[in-house]
């Protein structure tokens, strides 16, 4: 991975720490949780064609720990465990359909959120909260890959 | 052509699972990160605070000192802060009786800057409302209005409605509250002849004690007030805290009581850190 190509993610991971202080303090009334930040952590390891090594994962996710304000080293190791876990099937997922590579963004998001919340929401820790995130996410996922696939010519001659 | 196989050796992935794990060990347990951490909260919320209010402000305010709105603005602000105070001030004043450990100490702290008991005036800096809605987290950065010469660390800090938190960490003139509803949060509280340490229970303004039916068989009912009973030093005695709104059985023996909090983070701007010596 290039210094340019981590500046993007950092940056994007960034965006999406704040962003999911918004969106989330507003959705966790629905008892939705959008894990913005690891979804789009996840998007770059799964559309790398040079796979992240276990060194830059541990780096990014003890950086979202450190501006997320968590446990330091929590981030790092659902990071590393989500990073090795796409690298190994990076060429397995060819085979899946978008609909079932977003349930499986579902499925990760919802580990990230249980696990996470293990630690800094064990008081209140909720599986209803985990099953309707589940939903949400895989719908997200969904509706983002469909919008990635079928976006309008303006956007595609753009490559944005 | 033939693609990279990526790297996917367990046995780095097993080294750094093996750190990370150590590191939350560290953190979880013994705070190990907690400077760090705050070094790095404090130095963001500073740099913030110097761009706000050494660029932003002055820039936006520019069209208003065109039109020589600015003393007019400055004398709104500083009416404001008065009035704050003035709001605090008051309810300290109407909880007198045991707000200070030297009760007749009330006046100096009225009319005597140098007094013992202090209310030392802060803003708030930063409410991370994300961790106070969805986790059990709940913390707040204030700053200081005038530079302090106390040390504010385990000082309680109130609103004008009451007790909010305290200050666990005061790194460059910035103080991290921890808030009575956070899960580490302990405040020893009183309801009639009912004591306990009330816990945090991790959700917005409401915090728990378990109590056995063997030593209390029926010591509060729904909507019974309760207040702090000042064990420990810590926080002022007799502050009204709340209502008692639920009271849930465990099992044969332990009941558990929840209090919602009468005081509110989300409803103040404007804080006291009390120095009592």
């Known amino acids: 991975m290039n210094q340019e190509s981590l500046t993007k993610i950092l940056f994007y991971i960034v965006i999406g720490i704040n962003l999911e202080a918004y969106i989330n303090t507003f959705l966790v009334n629905f008892l939705i949780i959008i894990p913005l ?16 090594s276990a060194t830059a994962s541990f780096f ?25 876990i796409i690298n190994s099937y990076k060429y397995v997922f060819r085979l899946f359909s978008y609909l079932q590579i ?12 249980g696990l996470t919340h293990l630690f800094i929401n064990i ?34 001659n753009r490559r944005l | 052509m033939a693609m990279n196989t990526p790297n996917t050796s367990i046995f780095s992935y097993a080294i750094y699972i093996f750190i990370a794990s150590f590191f939350i ?16 909260n404090s130095t963001i919320l500073t740099s913030k605070f110097i761009v706000t ?43 007198n009786e045991g707000f200070f450990l030297e009760e007749d100490q009330l006046e100096n702290f009225i009319e005597k800057e140098d007094s013992l008991n202090k209310a030392i005036f802060s803003k708030l800096v930063n409410f991370d409302s994300q961790n106070y809605f969805c986790c059990d987290d709940h913390k707040m950065s204030i700053r200081t209005i005038s530079k302090p010469e106390d040390n504010l660390i385990q000082r309680p800090v109130i609103s004008e409605s009451g007790i909010l938190g305290q200050v666990i960490s005061d790194l460059n003139n910035i103080q991290e509250v921890m808030l009575l509803s956070n899960s580490r949060h302990y405040i020893p509280i009183v309801s009639k002849d009912f004591y306990c340490n009330a ?20 010591p509060l009912e729904v909507g019974q007030d309760f207040y702090s009973s000042g064990l420990g030093g810590i926080f002022p005695v007799g502050i009204h805290l709340g209502k008692v709104i639920e009271i849930r059985e465990l099992n044969e023996i ?24």
Not at chain 1, 102 to 113: E, K, R
Not at chain 1, 126 to 147: E, K, P, Q
Not at chain 2, 54 to 66: K, M, R, T, V, W
Request: net charge positive; proline share 3%; aromatic share 18%.
């Open chain 1, 102 to 113: 977003s349930i499986f963004f579902g499925i990760i998001a919802t580990v990230y959120i």
């Open chain 2, 53 to 95: 209010d050494y660029f932003l402000d002055p820039l936006i305010s520019i069209p208003s000192n065109l039109k020589s709105k600015s003393i007019l603005k400055k004398e709104n602000n500083e009416l404001r802060d008065q009035l704050n105070k003035e709001y605090i001030s008051k309810f300290i004043i109407s909880n």
């Open chain 2, 25 to 40: 060990y560290l953190d979880f347990e013994f705070n190990t990160f907690s400077k760090p951490k705050n070094f790095y």
């Open chain 2, 254 to 277: 332990q009941r558990e009581v929840r209090f919602k909090l009468h005081a509110n983070p989300l409803e103040h701007n404007f804080f006291a850190i009390m120095v009592s010596q």
């Open chain 1, 37 to 52: 930040s690891f979804l789009i952590y996840s998007y770059f390891v799964y559309k790398s064609n040079i796979a992240f």
């Open chain 1, 123 to 156: 008081s209140n820790y909720s599986y209803l909260i985990l099953f309707v995130s589940f939903a949400t996410n895989s719908i997200l996922s969904f509706i983002l890959s469909v919008i990635r696939v079928y976006r309008p010519i303006f956007f595609r």
């Open chain 2, 199 to 218: 816990k945090g229970s991790g959700k917005p303004l409401i915090v728990t004690c378990l109590y056995s039916k063997l030593i209390w068989e029926d």
């Open chain 1, 60 to 84: 990014i996710g003890i950086f979202v720990d450190l501006i997320s304000g968590t446990y330091i080293g929590l981030n790092a190791l659902v990071y590393l465990i989500t990073t090795y």
